[in-house]
């Protein structure tokens, strides 16, 4: 009985990192969609999260079955609550995906992102996929320091989007308030999708040491 209670409890692990996965996938392939003002691996963007939507679907069922019948206490309650809080995390990082994918979609057959930006737009992309898929690797090992160190690992994406804005306010500009307005949301997109990846690490680290990720990152205190 304790055997199958742990099955559960490792499914509900599998499946965020299916949905880590999935995720990473997405926003890379949508990172592409918008520079190349590829259709047809946008609309594979949109339609595929329905998948990752009802990968949260099946883990909120199964948490709360979990936890009507079993009633977990102390280190297994805190699995599946803070299993349910990635899960949302996770679920809205398909949807920024989605958002660039339908973007892209929109302006077909023009591409979304000026050819001046495109380096920028490229690299928030590929940071974006790899953050993804560290956190599903933290999903994976329950590494505490690989967490703690995605936290400082998404400087460098408020740096781009930092610099996205800073090129938009530029007087150079000669693209239009509409792309103006596109890339404003794009760079949003990518740096909202960073911190629910960053969030899973965090709540990892939680979910290991019951202690919060700011409390372990905070410098220890000076010997007298």
Do not use: C
Request: proline share 3%; no cysteine.
């Amino acid at each position: 009985m304790r055997d199958a209670y742990h099955e559960e409890l490792d499914s509900i692990n599998d499946g965020l990192v299916e949905m880590a996965m999935l995720t990473g996938s997405a926003i890379g392939r949508a990172t592409t969609a918008l520079l190349d003002a590829d259709l047809q691996l946008a609309e594979s963007v949109i339609s595929g999260d329905e998948r990752i939507d009802g990968l949260q679907r099946d883990l909120e069922d199964k948490a709360i079955a979990l936890l009507a019948r079993q009633q977990p206490v102390a280190t297994d309650l805190r699995v599946v609550v803070t299993s349910l809080r990635m899960s949302a995390d996770l679920e809205r990082s398909g949807d920024l995906a989605q958002h660039l994918a339908k973007l892209a979609r929109m302006r077909f057959p023009e591409a979304s992102i000026p050819a001046d930006l495109h380096r920028t737009i490229l690299e928030m992309g590929q940071l974006a996929q790899r953050l993804m898929a560290q956190a599903a690797e933290v999903l994976i090992t329950k590494d505490v320091d690989a967490a703690l160190q995605l936290e400082q690992d998404d400087d460098r994406m408020d740096e781009l989007h930092r610099a996205v804005f800073q090129h938009l306010l530029d007087d150079r500009w000669k693209h239009g308030v509409e792309t103006a307005v596109d890339v404003t949301l794009v760079g949003r997109y990518y740096e909202r999708f960073a911190d629910h990846a960053v969030s899973v690490a965090r709540r990892m680290v939680y979910l290991v040491t019951g202690e919060h990720a700011d409390e372990l990152l905070r410098d220890p205190p000076v010997a007298p």
